[in-house]
């Protein structure tokens, strides 16, 4: 199998697809139902779809046809716009007015989004089919979708291992090719270590570029919603997509974006880009490690194979032209602390407004109001999610309050300065997104430490609210991805992407899983 | 859980050891500032500007309600909030 060709719609870059779909060559219909037909191929070896809007994706695509069909004959054309007709896919935590919303929770059956988020209405005015709702951990949290409620996605590549999280059903379901375009959030790595893990490309835009009105709450202060995509050009023009000022969102940035495709192809000849000295220390073997350590030292092979690859990528940038200047981030190995203080006391503020009455799961056997709150969160919440909202309520307590969640603040300003610093000799910094390819199944389920630990590289960007985009860039001992991550100066993404671009090209990575593990192969 | 939970605050903990000077500035949390220096910076959540206090057109109430697991006459249903026993409830 391969993503490239002239062989099935479903395998064209988004952008190649819309170019067609304008040009008329083909129509949104024949794209949709070649999505459609390779959806049904894969679903039952990945589990990616939570469900798939079947009817309302083909009425939608028919209505795409018929405004081109409107423009010809020498009448104006009404141009659905840079996505027309290309199917893309959400994560369950994202709101299409009159579809169901469930961020894989049990909290949430039954509810139906009564508006749209303004990231999705951006598409939609775009021209894109929006095919259905992904599956993810539980509320965004957790790094391998074994939190969701409802099933197990599992990883193309090799069906017996995770396919990251929390973004995992988009990632699986742009990698199978069962959506063109994927559209997650992240708030410590969410977007881009699935991403990673199943060979695409993830992208977590600045805090404040695109508009979080739609999206549910986890972490507010890092929270952003991103693309997933097979390339770095479609990565970019989904970005452009959705990027841009809402007023429903009082922390979206009113600065212009810009044209984030018009310099991507410019290449790195000369562009200075600062490589994270501490990246051997960070991922919990560091000095101060603590109770990390024996997950650090079980992890150490698979942290050998992703320091060769860091290497080879290191190569490669220099080979496209770039200058490699060393920059150091020594609060890296506190990153994963400070994230999950911070995140953990905004969960536990954010996720108070699932009480069993305003919308949602109520439980049947509530008697009295205290029931309703107390008996509805206790069966409608998983355990990680309770997990999280015990540490955040933990962290925020008055005998803690300084110890937890002060001092995380102040390492994570630490952390801000330091990487100020860095961009001062920098335009870009890179690290591996992920310390390994992807795990197991259960490999890391007993242990959420070392599952936290696989957002080690991508927490700095979310802390402090930088672009970051994870590329492929080759393969583990077991023939599964790894990925580098560059993160550049917040809102600009157009280098950041211009980088990524390049180090694509260097590297020729195709999407070209094989579904290892599934008895009957689907490509 | 409570043995995963100790083995996580245990591990949070390292952040006692960071040499972090400024002590804790709940205000910086989150998404601020990127820096000084020329970078451009990151607008924080606190930093947003003041919307005008003015109503603006919102959802119809039938539209949230029918989300609700319970109500009735516009308004959301929910059992009695104080217990059926006891002189001054406390249930809630």
Wanted: one cysteine or more.
């Amino acid at each position: 199998m391969t993503h490239r060709g002239d062989g099935d719609l479903w395998e064209l870059s988004a952008e190649e697809l819309a170019r067609r779909i304008r040009g008329r060559e083909v129509t949104a219909v024949a794209a949709l139902e070649s999505v459609l037909d390779r959806t049904a191929r894969v679903e039952p070896l990945i589990h990616a779809y939570l469900e798939v809007f079947e009817e309302p994706a083909r009425a939608r695509a028919q209505d795409i046809d018929r405004r081109l069909a409107a423009g010809s004959g020498g009448r104006a054309g009404d141009d659905p716009g840079p996505l027309a007709g290309v199917p893309v896919v959400l994560k369950d935590n994202l709101s299409l007015a009159g579809q169901r919303l469930t961020c894989a929770s049990r909290i949430l059956e039954g509810y139906v989004s009564p508006y749209t988020a303004t990231a999705v209405q951006k598409l939609l005015d775009a021209g894109a089919v929006v095919v259905g709702r992904a599956n993810m951990d539980e509320f965004a949290m957790g790094s391998s979708c074994e939190n969701s409620a409802y099933q197990q996605t599992r990883n193309p590549w090799d069906v017996g291992t995770v396919p990251g999280g929390s973004s995992g059903g988009p990632a699986a379901a742009v990698a199978a090719g069962s959506a063109a375009l994927g559209f997650g959030s992240d708030t410590g790595g969410s977007i881009r270590q699935p991403a990673a893990l199943c060979g695409v490309v993830g992208v977590k835009p600045t805090y404040g570029r695109v508009s979080r009105y739609g999206l549910v709450a986890f972490a507010s202060s890092t929270d952003q919603i991103g693309p997933i995509a097979r390339g770095v050009r479609d990565a970019a023009l989904a970005t452009q997509v959705i990027a841009g000022h809402d007023a429903n969102d009082s922390t979206c940035a009113d600065r212009p974006v810009g044209d984030l495709l018009a310099t991507i192809e410019d290449g790195i000849a000369g562009m200075r880009i600062g490589v994270v000295q501490e990246i051997d220390a960070a991922d919990g073997s560091g000095p101060a490690a603590g109770a990390a350590a024996p997950a650090a030292e079980a992890a150490a092979p698979a942290r050998g194979e992703m320091a060769a690859s860091f290497e080879a990528a290191l190569d490669a940038l220099r080979r496209a032209g770039a200058e490699l200047v060393p920059v150091s981030l020594p609060s890296l190995g506190a990153a994963i602390a400070v994230y999950y203080v911070i995140a953990t006391s905004e969960a536990s503020a954010n996720l108070a407004r699932f009480d069993g009455v305003r919308y949602g799961r109520r439980s049947p056997g509530a008697a009295s109001l205290a029931e309703v709150y107390f008996d509805s969160r206790t069966e409608g919440f998983g355990a990680e999610v309770k997990r999280r909202i015990m540490l955040g309520t933990f962290a925020l307590s008055s005998g803690y309050y300084a110890a937890y969640y002060g001092r995380a603040c102040a390492v994570l300003a630490q952390m801000r300065d330091e990487l100020t610093a860095a961009f001062r000799g920098a335009d870009v910094v890179v690290t591996p997104t992920t310390p390994s390819g992807a795990f197991r199944l259960g490999e890391k389920l007993d242990d959420p430490l070392a599952m936290y630990l696989s957002d080690t590289y991508t927490t700095p960007a979310s802390l402090v609210g930088l672009p970051a985009v994870s590329v492929p860039s080759g393969f583990d001992r077991r023939g599964l991805p790894l990925s580098l991550q560059i993160m550049g100066r917040p809102f600009e993404e157009a280098t950041v992407f211009r980088a990524a671009r390049a180090f694509e090209r260097q590297v020729g990575w195709q999407v070209a899983p094989s579904f290892r593990g599934a008895e009957a192969g689907a490509g | 859980m409570a043995g995963q939970l100790g083995k996580i605050v245990d591990y949070i903990d390292q952040l006692q050891r960071y040499d972090a000077p400024g002590g804790g500035r709940p205000d910086s949390a989150g998404a601020a500032a990127a820096g000084a220096s020329g970078t451009p910076s990151v607008p924080a959540p606190h930093a947003a500007p003041e919307a005008d206090d003015e109503p603006r057109p919102c959802l119809p109430r039938e539209t949230f309600l029918a989300n609700a697991p319970a109500a009735q006459d516009g308004f959301l249903l929910v059992p009695e909030v104080r217990p059926a026993t006891g002189p001054q409830g406390g249930g809630g």
